[in-house]
């Protein structure tokens, strides 16, 4: 599933053909929401946001649409009369008189009053967006210590939206690991020192992987590694998906379980576990 950075990128790329352009012709696949068309077709786009992994088009009529990738879901750009290569499902089609924004696959779409938008169910229990320009490090510090959240452990804790919008399963892996906290561990098990270190990394990890394009490694390191390491995704990441391999910093063997029927990727000599 793309997670926060991801979705960021895709509504840039998006924005970049739609947004101050007017729609002239806004296609959707599923029945129900075929009415809405003739409500959107003409209308300019003022917006496109991000709200974890969440992606919201905005209308100068005050309406929006509502978009989720999930597990499968991907957004496409082309030519106005252009259409992708792909095998994949049209399910929403956005149509300027020179750019299409095409989303594929998903199935998690509606259109909402702008006013309304605090109703929707997913968007109303987000918690702050890990993108967010707003959010600094001691409010995730603090979050951390919230009674609902302190006594989960953080392989839990870091896939729940209701925490941080946007996080998923290789930042959640990643930012463990850059905060030396094994996955079993609780936020009221770490002292202050460690909750600092966890927040700071779930900041800039995040904003590493979209500033990137996915990866989570310092710049440095990453560009070193493009000597010796063959293949792009080899060589995004700390611990996800290098079971087997040896960690950057200490050269131990990096660990794979599941967790919540999730894989999660961690160091057993950097993450003690205690």
Request: proline share 0%; charged share 25%.
């Given at each position: 599933m793309p997670e926060g950075p991801e979705i960021r990128r895709a509504a840039d790329r998006i924005a970049d053909v739609l947004v101050d352009e007017t729609i002239e012709e806004v296609a959707f696949a599923f029945p129900e929401l075929q009415r809405f068309g003739h409500l959107l077709s003409g209308q300019r786009v003022v917006d496109i946001e991000t709200r974890g992994k969440a992606l919201l088009t905005h209308f100068d009529n005050d309406y929006a649409i509502y978009s989720h990738n999930q597990l499968y879901g991907v957004w496409k750009i082309a030519k106005r009369g252009k259409t992708p290569a792909t095998n994949r499902s049209l399910r929403l089609a956005l149509h300027t008189a020179t750019h299409s924004a095409l989303l594929y696959s998903a199935s998690d779409i509606s259109v909402w009053a702008r006013d309304d938008l605090g109703m929707h169910p997913f968007l109303a229990a987000l918690g702050p967006d890990l993108l967010s320009a707003k959010l600094i490090w001691q409010d995730i510090s603090e979050r951390l210590k919230l009674q609902r959240f302190a006594g989960r452990s953080l392989n839990a804790l870091y896939l729940d939206q209701h925490f941080?919008?946007?996080?998923?399963?290789?930042?959640?892996?990643?930012?463990l690991f850059c905060a030396g906290a094994h996955p079993k561990r609780r936020p009221r098990d770490l002292g202050r020192a460690?909750?600092?270190?966890?927040?700071?990394?779930?900041?800039?990890?995040p904003r590493r992987s979209y500033e990137t394009g996915g990866i989570t490694l310092p710049p440095r390191l990453a560009a070193s590694l493009k000597k010796t390491v063959k293949g792009r995704e080899r060589r995004r990441f700390f611990v996800f998906g290098r079971d087997g391999?040896?960690?950057?910093?200490?050269?131990?063997?990096?660990?794979?379980d599941s967790m919540g029927s999730r894989r999660i990727y961690w160091c057993p000599t950097c993450q003690r576990q205690p």
């Open positions: 941080l919008a946007g996080s998923g399963n290789y930042l959640r892996s990643e930012i460690e909750l600092g270190a966890l927040a700071r990394e779930t900041l800039k990890l391999r040896a960690c950057y910093q200490c050269g131990d063997t990096i660990l794979r």
